[in-house]
């Protein structure tokens, strides 16, 4: 278990139910090598994500980022996964089926998939990138603290991977349909973000070690097709706008329900931006502290894309 508590309310994070299995146990997985020089073309990406391996984001993703050039391994947890956060080892085995080629589908958390990815599938040659999305429904503020689409990224970085997490909506309860339509745009400005990395990286690393960027794309017009209003560079606003409301039913149980209570937004944080419909940037590492320097980093890196 990481030094992270994880929130046992999936309900948190907003998120569609995604495809259960079964298959063999395999060994605990162990810790990968750190990632190379990024090269010069296109990227060997582990995909993952917390809405589970078959569920829209994630499978657009996979075919955004191959249509776009790149080696994708979809890397995922079998079933949902989330609100559960940096959560990973906490089972003795773990079950992983193999259902397609590029596929791994792992009965764990994000955190689970991730390490049992560099360990296994991409054994001793670690990817050079880890992306984690697109996830269904915003993580910013107190959502990406217990966000498993986040604990994928962060699983990467504590292995000296880097890595991206990807999420898509606005600041209410996302509509399936136009959320999933908004998933286009979202993927779209990934893969400009990625080519820049590479263009930006040369011969050295795709980011400075142990960065990470957490991207949240905002939901843009009636069907969700619409163009972000920007990109911003963000950090995590400090509210945790979600609050859970618990009913005694009297029998041992409690009802949990999820209210929005919105703060005013931290001037240059995540929901800020989201709310103005532009696309949020923010630096993280492994442990979520990052300081002026990588927020430098990450400015110059978006100075002048465009969603």
């Known amino acids: 278990m990481r030094r992270k508590r994880v929130l046992p309310l999936a ?37 993952t994500n917390d809405d589970g ?25 079998v079933t949902n996964q989330s609100g559960t956060g940096t959560k990973m080892m906490s089972a003795p085995a773990i079950s992983v089926k193999h259902p397609e080629p590029k596929v791994w589908a792992v009965d764990g958390t994000p955190g689970d998939s991730v390490a049992f990815g560099l360990a296994e599938v991409f054994a001793g040659k670690a990817p050079d990138l880890v992306v984690s999305g697109t996830n269904f429904g915003p993580n910013v503020a107190g959502l990406a603290t217990h966000s498993g689409t986040v604990g994928g990224a962060v699983a990467a970085l504590e292995s000296g991977v880097p890595a991206i997490a990807l999420s898509t909506g606005g600041l209410s309860a996302p509509d399936p349909v136009t959320t999933v339509n908004a998933m286009g745009p979202t993927l779209d400005f990934a893969v400009k973000l990625i080519d820049r990395l590479r263009v930006r990286a040369r011969s050295g690393p795709l980011l400075p070690k142990g960065v990470g960027l957490n991207v949240n794309h905002p939901v843009v017009g009636a069907d969700g097709k619409g163009t972000a209003a920007g990109v911003a560079t963000t950090f995590q606003d400090p509210q945790n706008f979600l609050e859970p409301d618990f009913t005694d039913a009297g029998d041992g149980t409690w009802k949990v329900t999820v209210k929005v209570a919105l703060k005013p937004a931290a001037k240059g944080g995540d929901i800020e931006a989201v709310a103005a419909g532009k ?29």
């Not at 990632?35 to 995909?47: E, F, K, M, V, W």
């Not at 569920?55 to 050039?69: D, H, Q, W």
């Not at 940037?281 to 969603?307: C, E, F, Y």
């Open 53 to 77: 391996y078959n569920a829209p984001g994630i499978r657009k993703a996979f075919e955004r980022l191959t249509a776009a050039g790149h080696d994708v391994t979809i890397v995922a947890p």
């Open 11 to 47: 309900a948190l994070m907003l998120c569609t139910p995604a495809l259960a299995g079964t298959a063999p146990a395999v060994a605990a997985p162990q810790t990968a090598p750190a990632a190379a020089d990024a090269p010069a073309g296109p990227l060997r990406i582990l995909l």
């Open 279 to 307: 696309i949020a940037v923010s630096p993280m590492n492994s442990d979520w502290n990052t300081g002026p320097a990588d927020h430098a980093v990450t400015s110059a890196l978006i100075t002048g894309l465009r969603p």
